[in-house]
């Protein structure tokens, strides 16, 4: 549902509570479900992952959550990643909007497919971080695998990369699909 203009307009909305000298790592968080296990030591070896890509890059992190992202998780990323980090602890769009905007790499949670392809509009760098599944998570497999195929995601580790892909635009895509056969 989210289109390239809503998020370059609205790029400049985090810009007065982020450190303009530095570059941006977003991080979207996902949150506990059926397939994968959100346990805080799962939780914690991404954030300490990511609080040494942030060090050896001199990254700023945004951490955006999502709708199923519990306070605790929230609570555990400012204390594990650091308050010189912008957390924002509660759903905004227009950050998250923001967050897609100005971020150099992005790392989704793997139980999000929806904000892997979201992420993909962008055409920036993505990392898939990683949690221990609870059970069979083929679909979720599968989805990640054709995309790391398409190169437009990659899986999260401690080195950080540069790499291009035809950012995906499915709305505008299936929209002409649709056009073409009404037509």
Known sequence: ??????????????????????EYLLLILGGPNKYYDYK??????????????LKVNSLQ????????????TIDLAIEK???ENLIIRSID??????????????IVTCDSTSMISEAAMTGKPIYVADLPP??????FKKFRELFNKLNITKDLNEKLEIWNYKSLNETIRIAEIIKKKIL
Request: hydrophobic share 35%.
């Open 81 to 83: 990643i650091g308050k």
């Open 40 to 53: 805080d030591q799962n939780l914690i070896n991404i954030f300490n992952k990511i609080k040494i890509i």
């Open 93 to 106: 769009k227009k950050a998250y909007l923001s967050g897609l905007s100005l971020a150099k790499y992005i």
């Open 1 to 22: 549902y989210l289109t390239l203009k809503e998020i370059k307009n609205n790029h400049n909305y985090l810009i007065d509570k982020i450190d303009k000298d530095k």
């Open 61 to 72: 992190a945004i951490i955006i959550p999502s709708m199923r992202t519990p306070k605790k």
């Open 134 to 139: 609870k059970r069979q998570d083929k679909r």
